[in-house]
């Protein structure tokens, strides 16, 4: 059946059982090939999406759930060439390494500091405990979040 | 005088062309047989070559992994790309900048020794000759093999190594589409296959029509040996095909292990076989002696990502793409596992997750 939501600002309607997860249906009916495939359990937190603004597992996520709501992926934040404040403070910061995690901590890292404009270190450890990283790029993935944070904040009105 | 000892790469790979192109758009395409698992080695041999070639970063590109056009370093492991494959494509750079020298000094009717290198542009003097890299390319015959005997610069005169320069393959991968698994053309067909239970185990029953069911879509099964895949054009049928079927497989010679097996003491039971390794520790005594004994359990070299690989047979010819760690070696056993010609194969790397803390991945000849 259709399934009528709003992605990256854009409204789409897909033709998928409302079983299917949203995780396949941005990656193969949608295209968006950014929130990617860790575990398919939860786990790892690679496949995190926004719903409403808030971070959903995207694996598990039941596409019917997300009728009529808004989903931000990774490529709503910015492009390569023009990359959003934390996506571009992750390449200063050269905060990854393998970076397949990377696309999912962006996303809990952009609903942190939507509600939480300057959060502590624990603060952002706290929302990105749900992702793993095996890597070990952690102290770079907390210092990018705390730089985006601050660019964010100076851009903003006093 | 004699030749240098050449790295092993160059030893098997020794024609110029397998290791750097001049391409049209102004740029020097340096290839490498090793691949890039999160460790920066693309990076790094960008890196090597510019200072070699006196470029920027920006105008060398480097291919990694790739059967037709790159040279053969077998696995990219042991922490050894940057001193075998870097330590190769110092040499032939140097060697290539040599003979682009010679050539150019030919043409301008000069001495080499008045001609230096800014951004790929050969300088008389200081002054502009419009020569560079590119006129003088076509007259560089890199069908030769290199010699070694071109000294490389000395380490001090280096202006891109020893920098920390950002990452190329980073900004694709904190935006989209960036590793094998986000590749799909159009017809794809997804397959997942069903895991032996242990290694030697022995497929002796499959449900395949409870599979079905299971998979509610179309799908095709395919059998050889204990080897079983499930193939569909929608991805979520061959996963629920995979997820249902250990169901419905019986398999004989499964080896049980024991959790006990894990256990360091369990460990030091067994029979072995003691050797040292490095040099005898000296007999004078210690003024002070600590002991420590230390076990862990194993640890898995787990990936983030499922395993994967995709796959085109077209006209005879197949292509691979995978995110393995050696091409060539995966092309020599794909082709005896196919039974296909190896020169009917293509092997190409795509990045993939990796586990970082080591390139040793469970996934690394799959």
Known sequence: MDIAFTVNGEARQVGAPETASLLEVLRNHLGLMGTRYGCGLEQCGCCMVLVDGQPAYACTREVGTVAGRTVTTVEGLGTADKPHPLQQAFLDEQAGQCGYCLSGILMSAKALLDRNPDPSRGEVVEALDKHLCRCGTHQRILRAVERAAATLRDGRPA | MSAPALPASLVENPR???????????????????????????????????????????????????????????????????????????????????????????????????????????????????????????????????TGTVPAKPAASYKVVGRSVPRIDLPAKVSGAAFVHDFAPENLLHARTLRQPSRGATLAALDEA????????????????????????????????????????????????????????????????????????????????????????????????????????????????????????????LAAVLGLPTEAITARHLHGASVGVSPKRRDSTE
């Open chain 2, 210 to 333: 409870a599979i079905r069911r299971a998979a509610k879509g179309e799908l095709q099964i395919v059998r050889e040996a204990n080897f079983v895949a499930f193939v569909s054009p929608v991805e979520s049928v061959a996963q629920a095909a995979a997820a249902a079927a250990p169901l419905h497989a019986t398999w004989d010679n499964v080896r049980r292990i024991d959790p006990e097996q894990q256990e360091a003491a369990w460990l030091k039971g067994q029979p072995a076989e003691d050797r040292r390794i490095g040099a005898a520790p000296s007999t004078t005594p210690p003024k002070r002696l600590v002991q420590i004994t230390v076990s862990r359990p194993y640890i898995a070299h787990a990936s983030m990502a499922p395993s994967c690989a995709l796959a085109e047979f077209r006209d005879g010819h197949l292509t691979v793409w995978s995110h393995g760690q050696g091409m060539h070696p995966l092309r020599k056993n």
């Open chain 2, 16 to 146: 110029l062309d397998r290791w750097i192109r001049f391409q049209p758009d102004r740029t020097v395409r340096i290839a490498t047989g090793k691949v890039e698992i999160g460790q920066g080695v693309v990076t790094a041999i960008g890196q090597i070559a510019a200072d070699e070639l006196d470029l920027p970063l920006d105008r060398v590109t480097v291919l990694s992994g790739d059967t037709t056009h790159g040279p053969d370093e077998l696995y990219t492991t042991s922490s050894l790309s940057v001193e075998v494959s870097g330590g190769s494509v110092r040499l032939v750079c140097a060697e290539v900048r040599a003979k682009a020298l010679e050539r150019a000094a030919l043409r301008l009717n000069c001495s080499r020794d008045e001609l230096s290198v800014v951004d790929g542009q050969f300088l008389q003097n200081g002054e502009a000759t419009g020569q560079d890299y590119w006129t003088v390319a076509p007259e560089i015959d890199l069908t030769q093999a290199v």
